[in-house]
């Protein structure tokens, strides 16, 4: 609930469609409250999507990325039924994922 | 001389009194209301059918149209729906929950609501209905514009999707007062501006505002709470009726006042028959 990963693909002549939509607060690091305390970075570093166990996107991400990152993005290949897969770790540690089947 | 002064100071007297007579006997008839305000946006566009207003300024601009339906795929308010969910279907210290303040255990009721309360004599719409529950369960009220209580807005309004908006203005004249009092407040100008409501979300429904389509009022309750990509995040209708009287440089009211319940009471009524769609996602 906490970390939650929203991922559709799709298929269509050959090329996979790779949409998502990851719930994170992406804290830059650089924002103060209304206390006037800055707010502690947290943010992405290391997106990765796999396609039946084989990686085909990695992202490294910073605090530049805006909060509940959107991303999509497609390859060559797959079909439908397929696992896809994406996982992340954020600068705290922290991780999430979530598999999916291309549709 | 003096008279005839005498005798018309009195016609004078006696056509005040029959003129402020006439305004409060004036009937009052919602339903005709409705009608009438409906026709005139049905009359005026043709093309678009009764259940498609509650896509607001999405039936004047293709463009705006594609880009929401690509924003659709994954819907922005959908963290807000799911945090929504498990912060309703969570239990209060005391061990009840909000499920228990209303009728069918609060799912699929949002349609019903702004709705005239006989006790108090005033307008309740959903929001304060939430607030009011959690007042009887030894909780603080929660605001009533953003944050969590536009979540669990969202998940009250997503178990009504598609049920027809069924809003009664009772033969009371408490009801009936708070009815002419939103009428009022819809149709008259304010602010430095000076716009009324009706300026823009009537008169001209379906332009452009700048780089905006302008709503047209009718179906614009329906869509709320809705994610605007303005805000970045969720908001309740007490929201944008805030942002509209800044707009045109006007004091807003305060969020729970008689007149944004009045004007809910109002805006609700007239989009009556019409399918619940939020929550929504706007520009």
């Known amino acids: 609930m906490a970390h939650q990963i929203l991922i559709h693909a799709s298929t269509a002549s050959g090329m996979t469609t790779v949409e998502a939509l990851v719930k994170h607060p992406m804290d830059s690091g650089f924002v103060k409250d209304k206390a006037g305390k800055i707010i502690p970075p947290h943010y992405i570093e290391v997106i990765e999507f796999t396609h039946a166990g084989k990686v085909v996107l990695t992202g490294f991400w910073g605090p530049a990325v805006s909060k509940n990152p959107f991303i999509k993005f497609s390859f060559k290949g797959g079909k439908s039924g397929d696992p896809i897969s994406v996982s992340w770790v954020d600068n705290k540690g922290e991780k999430a994922s979530v598999s999916s089947n291309i549709m | 001389m003096r008279l005839i002064i005498m005798a018309l100071m009195g016609a004078s007297f006696a056509l005040f009194g029959s003129l402020a007579s006439a305004r409060a006997a004036t009937p009052i008839n919602?339903?005709?209301?409705?009608?009438?305000?409906?026709?005139?946006?049905?009359?005026?566009?043709?093309?678009?059918?009764?259940?498609?207003?509650?896509?607001?300024?999405?039936?004047?601009?293709?463009?705006?149209?594609?880009?929401?339906?690509?924003?659709?795929?994954?819907?922005?308010?959908?963290?807000?729906?799911?945090?929504?969910?498990?912060?309703?279907?969570?239990?209060?210290?005391?061990?009840?929950?909000?499920?228990?303040?209303?009728?069918?255990g609060g799912v699929g009721i949002a349609q019903n609501y702004p709705m005239f309360d006989p006790k108090t004599g005033r307008v309740v719409t959903l929001g304060i209905a939430i607030n009011?529950?959690?007042?009887?369960?030894?909780?603080?009220?929660?605001?009533?514009?953003?944050?969590?209580?536009?979540?669990?807005?969202?998940y009250m309004t997503s178990t009504s999707d598609g049920k027809p908006i069924n809003v009664v203005v009772p033969n009371n004249p408490k009801a009936l007062a708070a009815y002419r009092a939103g009428k009022e407040y819809f149709y008259s100008r304010r602010g430095q501006l000076n716009f009324s409501c009706a300026s823009c979300h009537v008169q001209e429904a379906g332009m452009h505002l700048r780089g905006n389509v302008l709503a047209p009022a009718l179906g614009m309750t329906a869509a709320f709470p809705l994610y605007r990509s303005k805000w970045g995040n969720m908001g309740t209708l007490v929201r944008r009726f805030i942002g509209c009287n800044k707009k045109v440089h006007s004091v807003p009211a305060k969020p729970d006042s008689a007149a944004y319940r009045d004007l809910a009471y109002f805006l609700t009524y007239m989009n009556n028959g019409l399918p619940v769609s939020g929550p929504g996602a706007r520009p």
Do not use: H
């Open chain 2, 30 to 104: 919602p339903q005709a209301d409705m009608k009438a305000f409906q026709g005139y946006f049905l009359k005026r566009f043709p093309k678009v059918p009764l259940a498609a207003y509650v896509n607001g300024p999405y039936n004047f601009s293709k463009s705006e149209a594609d880009q929401w339906k690509q924003i659709m795929e994954f819907p922005p308010y959908q963290f807000a729906l799911d945090t929504g969910k498990s912060v309703f279907n969570t239990k209060f210290p005391n061990g009840k929950d909000y499920a228990s303040c209303f009728p069918n």
């Open chain 2, 132 to 154: 009011r529950c959690r007042v009887a369960n030894g909780l603080k009220k929660l605001k009533l514009t953003t944050g969590p209580m536009a979540d669990i807005l969202a």
